[in-house]
DNA sequence: GTAGATCCTCACGCCGCGTGAGGATCAAGG
DNA sequence: CCTTGATCCTCACGCGGCGTGAGGATCTAC
């Protein structure tokens, strides 16, 4: 059985052996070489590749900076510099940081939802229910959908952690006017009413006015976005409609909206 | 100029319209039908796709669950189940909340990574430096992919809040053990003592013997590889060694781990 | 000389669409 | 009825960072 390591005089080393020794795997190497990142130094004259030990330091390097995240073009940029520019790279480290800390807090926020949904879920098998538990669900699902689209359109990341500072007399008088609303869009839906009514136009101006309460003011504007934003589901989670009405309403309310 | 709105009696959307209403591009549509997620009920004689309500339930619920996180092929497995399957669904949620906490970790340990970098080169500008700050940053890069490739090769992300209850005496002992290993490396790679010489398998052995601290014993384990890895940056800031000193080190252990 | 390990170069696949290309169809105004 | 502009259709390539073969050449050790 032959074995694996020679590579005798020189200090030069096959892509296996290179691989091994980082721990990357040749088709790594094979990539870094088709995009320019990383060629071996030399080549054999059968057209294997011989890395010297400049590359191998390369090679720590590039793998170095992409456990800190950043991508393989930002890496070649970096290492392109005269190596001696630490404030080119300072720049590109504290731009990644910005990076990665938004796409911490949307992370944090999505864990917060699914934390929220699963512990509905269980209180709503504990209860029993009156209604069929799957289809509030089903329901809370589509609502998510619905205020996402409607209440905040930009970036509600930032205000995700200012949610203990509410007060819960703001969060019943929300509720109500929430939940008049939708029962008066349920009896148009229920009666017919044709999207071009005026009483129509009317009901759409009201949604939206309390849509508009999160896009004026400064403070006001963050509580307000917050307080929709984490509880919407909870406010969906009282809601008595069943997910038959509230497909009725969607649609209606879609109609609505695309009229002019 | 024509208006956009039609679709008459029968409440069946075009896809334009369905994509304006809910806040999706129409490829995206055109995506999940090619893939089977979701297809417009429906078809006019031309071909064109008239989405029912029941297809806009639907569509809201799969954007719902994507926003929790959830890859398109587990949605359409989701909303395949009977739909009273609140059980499996749960068990899902469950399986995403775990894995958006693993990938968080992972996230808040780069970000830590990167803020530690970050503040040491500013120090160093600020001490002027007796090495060239360049140098000694490259050097530090290529440390830490030596020190994740040989003393953390699992899971380090689990231990990554224990950094603060680490003796600073504990530190220092290993950090002298560490130095006087490299620096007998260094001082044989000088010597250009010949990789098989068996004072270099001693040396190798010394080497993995720190780095077997890391895979044996319960607690202790925790404890050190966190130190090791939360210290890991600090160690090779301290170190006195030129980044061509260092290519040479690694390159040399490379070479000597390899040999049989 | 031969076996088995390692090397080479294509080239497609993943995921969730973006972004055209080139052509058919729709609704409304004249 | 015809035009006009918006909207619709179906391909099909592109992204990032490789994984995973296919099919063949080359290495090393016995």
Redesign the interface.
């Known amino acids: 059985m032959p074995?694996?390591?020679t590579?005798g005089a020189g200090?030069r080393?096959s892509i296996g052996?290179?691989a091994?020794?980082?721990?990357v795997t040749v088709r790594t190497l094979h990539h870094y070489d088709e995009i320019g990142l990383l060629s071996a130094g030399q080549r054999t004259a059968s057209g294997h590749r011989r890395y010297t030990?400049?590359d191998?330091?390369r090679l720590?390097?590039i793998?170095?900076?992409q456990?800190?995240?950043l991508p393989l073009a930002d890496i070649g940029a970096a290492l392109a510099t005269p190596?001696?520019?630490?404030a080119s790279?300072?720049i590109l480290?504290?731009q990644?940081?910005l990076h990665?800390?938004r796409?911490?807090e949307q992370?944090?926020a999505?864990?917060d939802?699914?934390?929220d949904?699963?512990s509905r879920?269980?209180s709503s098998?504990i209860e029993g229910a009156a209604m069929?538990?799957?289809e509030q669900?089903?329901s809370t699902?589509?609502m998510?959908?619905?205020l996402?689209?409607h209440f905040t359109p930009e970036q509600r990341q930032e205000l995700a952690d200012r949610r203990a500072e509410l007060g819960s007399d703001r969060i019943e008088a929300a509720k109500a006017r929430w939940a008049a609303l939708v029962e008066e869009g349920l009896r148009h839906v229920e009666n017919g009413t044709p999207v071009s009514d005026p009483s129509i136009r009317e009901w759409v101006r009201a949604w939206d006015e309390i849509g508009s309460m999160f896009h004026s003011g400064e403070q006001t504007k963050a509580a307000a976005r917050s307080m929709w934003q984490d509880n919407s589901a909870a406010l969906s989670a009282d809601m008595p409609w069943s997910?038959e009405q509230l497909?009725?309403l969607?649609?209606y309310l879609?109609?609505a909206?695309?009229?002019?």
Do not use: H
Request: proline share 4%; charged share 25%.
């Open positions: 074995m694996k390591q590579s200090g080393w052996e290179l091994k020794a980082c721990g030990e400049e191998v330091r720590y390097r793998r170095a900076l456990m800190l995240g190596a001696d520019d630490m790279l300072r480290l504290e990644q940081l990665m800390s796409y911490a992370v944090q999505v864990q939802r699914l934390r949904l699963l879920i269980d098998r069929p538990a799957p669900f089903m699902l589509e998510i959908t619905v996402e689209n997910s497909a009725g969607l649609a879609q109609k909206r695309a009229q002019p």
